[in-house]
């Protein structure tokens, strides 16, 4: 079992900036992947970005690109998520997710973290 653990969410002003963490119990042998979701009141579950602890290769929802930057820290089993330019339409609850691919749906994701508040007010 993985367990992920997610920090660094808060509420910020349009235009600002935050940086969430996604810290991993231990390196599985099947986790190839690690990816932020992101969920707000009333809707689905969507893609944010993700990354390939072995490439590095990294993928981004559009609504996203530009602003978002998804990195890692191998040693320390952990994912950052830098967020800047942030707007209303970013608040939601996000979420660590790890799994055995680069996947852009939620559902192949093996593991999951409890979320992380991130609101951005106007």
């Known amino acids: 079992q993985v367990q992920l653990v997610e920090s660094g969410g808060g509420l910020v002003q349009a235009g600002g900036s935050l940086r969430l963490s996604c810290a991993a119990s231990r390196r599985a042998s099947s986790i190839y992947a690690m990816a932020w979701f992101r969920q707000a009141a009333g809707k689905e579950r969507e893609f944010v970005a993700t990354?390939?602890?072995?490439?590095?290769?990294?993928y981004y929802a559009e609504s996203v690109k530009g602003r978002f930057t998804i990195s890692k820290d191998n040693a320390k089993n952990t994912v950052f998520l830098q967020m800047n330019s942030l707007k209303p339409e970013d608040t939601a609850l996000y979420y660590c997710?790890?799994?055995?691919?680069?996947?852009?749906?939620?559902?192949?994701?093996?593991?999951w973290g409890q979320g992380t508040q991130v609101t951005v007010s106007s």
């Open positions: 997710a790890a799994g055995g691919y680069t996947w852009r749906i939620p559902s192949p994701y093996d593991y």
């Open positions: 990354v390939s602890w072995t490439s590095g290769n990294t």
